[in-house]
């Protein structure tokens, strides 16, 4: 593991005051984690850093060719005041992952963990105390040779920084509409849709907009060949309840990314004793099963989105409605075990849990 070095910011910003305004992704804290990356030399230069801009020659590749990378995970503020993070590891592991896919180095996972910590333990004041309140971690790497030539870089920055955080859509809990697009596609096999590289998302934002214009808060994507399968939705991987105990998600095919709350879903589910299916899902089905009764509840899981209900699904000019309105029982169920994990209200069963104080 790198040394870290600490150098603190003489003027600290002003937190904010309200919690229950907090949103998503506009506040940052006074501080930030940096390591730099030379190839035959490695991470080196570990430093916490008070947060501010960077400067970078215009030819820099990042902004050319977009090797750029990211992850997101949060720090939850016990009852007790004390701070833990769920499953940490996991990102670091899945952006080594996704920087394999983008020709960038694999991360000293090890030294982003204690830059993180040490960070966190710096910026504690900053983790809100509101239930369903939480500090987002966005650990980001990006390419930072200058050249115009489309390479592979041979150096890169690895930065972390924090942001306090409310819910990601507007209305909390409340079931999200969602539009299903059938012209664009986000992923292809082969292509990059297991990582989280910013172009995944750079190709999603012109649907998105379009989305939102119709009134909708996503877009759900389809399988980039036949455009018939499920995939994901922006920001969050997607699952189907039948019969109110069997829950059907799509199986990761390689161009959905591999949600970590996905995965803490599927496990506590079946830990709770429900049925859950991973299979290839064709939206025609969904439109069906749920004008038949049979689904009954649909919802997106995510770091930020946590466990979103679904409550409206438009696909050209039909729209079904599922659930009544309201979050489902399912969903609530998964809801209350998942966030009583992370919030420590419950107990870590599955050691996913890491106490910071
Ligand atoms: N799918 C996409 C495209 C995402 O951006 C995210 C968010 O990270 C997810 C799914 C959910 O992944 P996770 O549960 O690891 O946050
Ligand atoms: C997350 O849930 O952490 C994400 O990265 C979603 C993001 C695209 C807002």
Redesign the pocket.
Known sequence: MLPISVTKATVLKDKPQDESKLGFGKIFTDHMFLMDYEEGRGWHDARIVPYGNFSFDPATTVFHYGQAIFE??KCYRRADGGLQLFRPQ??FA?MSRSAKRMAMPELDEETALEGLKQLIAIEQDWVPHQPGTSLYIRPTMIATDVMLGVHAAKHYLFYIILDPVGSYYKNGLAPVGIYVEDEYVRAVRGGTGFT?CAG??AASILAGAIAEEKGYSQVLWLDGVEQKYVE??????MMFVYGGNRIVTPALNGS???????QSVITLARQLGYEVEETRLAIADIFADAKAGKLTEAFG?????VISPVGELCMKDEKLTIGDGKIGPVAQKLYDTLTGIQYGRLPDENNWIMRLS
Do not use: H, Q, S, W
């Open positions: 997101g995970t996991e990102n899945r989280k995944n998302y994901e939705v922006g920001a969050m991987n959905i990314l591999p949600g970590i709350t996905r899981t995510g770091t930020a989105a």
